[in-house]
């Protein structure tokens, strides 16, 4: 553009250019602000054009200003956990749509920004670091594993990054078994309860609902602090029950010399329980090994054995195994029924009846999404067995006609467990997590100019104050960041299925 002929109308255009592509970051948003106060000194038309521009973000005069915050997940989206991991990261990217299309956030719209840490202690520590340069970010919904965020809330608790995680387990991340007990991340919630929850249950269970006397542990390598191996042994025998042997295996090594040896030795220790907490791919070997010897031998697990790659590898030798899990299905949670829904109309669910599916990805579903009321729990999907015809409704008088409305009704309660079944458990506790920064930040960014340090202060002071409806239960957390009610899930295995049979509370 010729310089002679830059004149006051030209001038927002251009100018909007300019500064909208500096605004982006904290260092370019320093040097606007002071060229606008040195301008503005001297009154001109340049001076109030630039400073229009910056105060629309290159809008217009009379348009309202829509300021954008980041809302980050961390989670495993390649390899062996990519499943859950890809869940999580669609059930935030469904509570994101949700928050945009009914303004929650008033003058603000947020974006998603996903990190593949790769189930990895060095991929948890890149996902960190490129979060903390996000100087959009509100807040992190993740990791999944307890050892990746072991190397990730160092970096993101000091940069006071508010990190809402749907499964963490390990105690030590919210400072239980320290003496005097300290909270070592105090930007750091969880929604899941804790290993020496799950073990304290899953020993109770084994040694007084079964009657186990005699206990074999085969334990993962202690990749960080005790074991939930440990943790089960020392809750057992304070029960009565006989630790005969405990058993470690150096990671998931179906290959190795392990399998062979650890089988070996189980059968000459003749226990009446084998708990094992080992990764799914060894967990199902020796568990054809196991069945191989003809022993009847009760075999308990951790919630790492809920993946089908321990029933595809121990196949029917795996049915009426039990497994314990800190996270209750979407199928066990009365307010789940709505984001089942609605999980699987935008990201793709089993077959109807005519055999089409959900298309992945189906893009917006404002028109038939259903509005969240907190106080209202949507009922959760139930069998058959548990649902009656509506209140007031009556039967047809034709006994063929009552028999195609029962057929109908059954199909649609079929379909809806079968969506249910589909979704994994961290998905929706991963939504609730979202919905957990989500509350906060509209209660903090409104009327604000930036995310900042304090923004992100008062974030996290909102989060552990608040407290609402989730899917997955009541959503609150306790001083130390841990969750106010922590779960645990008792799971058999019957034809290759994860089958829920108890939840405490």
């Known amino acids: 553009m010729d310089r002679a002929r830059v004149t006051l109308a030209t001038v927002p255009r251009w100018i909007g250019e300019w500064t909208r592509a500096r605004w982006r970051t904290g260092r370019g948003r320093a040097i606007l602000a002071a060229i606008v106060a040195l301008i503005l000194a001297v009154p001109s038309g340049l001076g109030l054009a630039l400073a229009a521009a910056l105060d629309g973000d290159g809008g ?34 469904l509570a994101v749509d949700e928050a945009n299309e009914s303004g ?45 965020a072991k190397v990730a809330l160092p970096t993101l608790s000091a ?24 909270r070592p991340y105090p930007s750091y919630f969880r929604l899941a309860g804790t290993d020496e929850l799950q073990a304290r249950v899953a020993a109770e269970y084994a040694v007084r609902t079964l009657g186990r006397r005699r206990i074999v542990i085969v334990d993962g390598e202690p990749r960080y602090g005790t074991t939930l ?40 220790e003749a226990p009446d329980l084998v708990y094992v907490a080992t990764g799914a791919a060894f967990a199902g070997k020796l568990r054809t090994r196991l069945a191989a010897t003809g022993a009847s031998i009760q075999v308990m697990g951790s919630d790492a054995l809920l993946q089908q790659r321990y029933t595809d590898d121990a196949k029917s030798a795996a049915d009426g195994d039990l497994i314990t899990s800190l996270l209750v299905p979407p199928t066990g949670l009365p307010a789940a ?32 999404r259903r509005h969240r009321d907190d106080a209202t729990p949507t009922p959760a999907t139930r069998t058959p067995a548990a649902i009656h015809a509506p209140a007031g409704s009556h039967a047809p008088a034709d006994p063929a006609a ?50 900042d340090v304090a923004a992100r202060h008062d974030v996290v002071a909102a989060i552990g104050r608040g407290s609402f409806a989730g899917v997955t239960g009541p959503v609150g957390f306790d001083r130390w960041g841990d969750t106010r009610t922590p779960s645990v899930v008792l799971y058999t295995v019957l034809g290759g299925r994860f089958v829920a049979l108890t939840t405490w509370t």
Do not use: C, K
């Open 60 to 93: 217009g005069a009379d348009a309202p200003v829509t300021r954008v915050a980041a809302l980050g997940v961390m989670a495993p989206l390649s390899g062996d956990l990519s499943a859950d991991g890809t869940s999580v990261r669609n059930a935030v990217a």
């Open 104 to 148: 929650a956030i008033p003058g603000w719209r947020l974006e998603l920004s996903t990190r593949d840490d790769l189930s990895r202690p060095d991929g948890g520590a890149q996902a960190a670091d490129a979060f903390v340069a996000n100087d959009r970010l509100i807040g992190v919904v993740g990791p999944l594993s307890s050892l990746v």
């Open 159 to 182: 940069a006071g990054i508010p990190v809402v995680s749907p499964s963490n387990a390990d105690p030590i991340l919210t400072g239980v078994g320290t003496d005097p007990r300290t």
């Open 229 to 268: 191996g440990g943790r089960f042994a020392v809750r057992a025998a304070a029960l009565g029950a006989t630790i005969a042997a405990a058993h470690q295996v150096q990671g998931d090594g179906v290959d190795g010399s392990d399998l062979d040896t650890i089988a070996e030795a189980i059968e000459q």
């Open 337 to 368: 029924g709505a984001f089942v829904a609605d999980y699987s109309e935008r990201f793709g669910g089993p077959a109807d009846d005519d055999g089409s599916t959900t298309p992945s990805g189906a893009g917006s579903t404002s028109s038939s």
């Open 402 to 451: 009552a028999r195609r409305q029962q057929a109908a009704h059954d199909a649609t309660v079929e379909l809806a467990q079968r969506r249910a079944e589909a979704v994994p458990a961290a998905a929706a506790y991963a939504y609730d997590a979202a919905r957990t920064i989500i509350r906060a930040a509209a209660a903090v960014l409104p009327g604000r100019l930036a995310v």
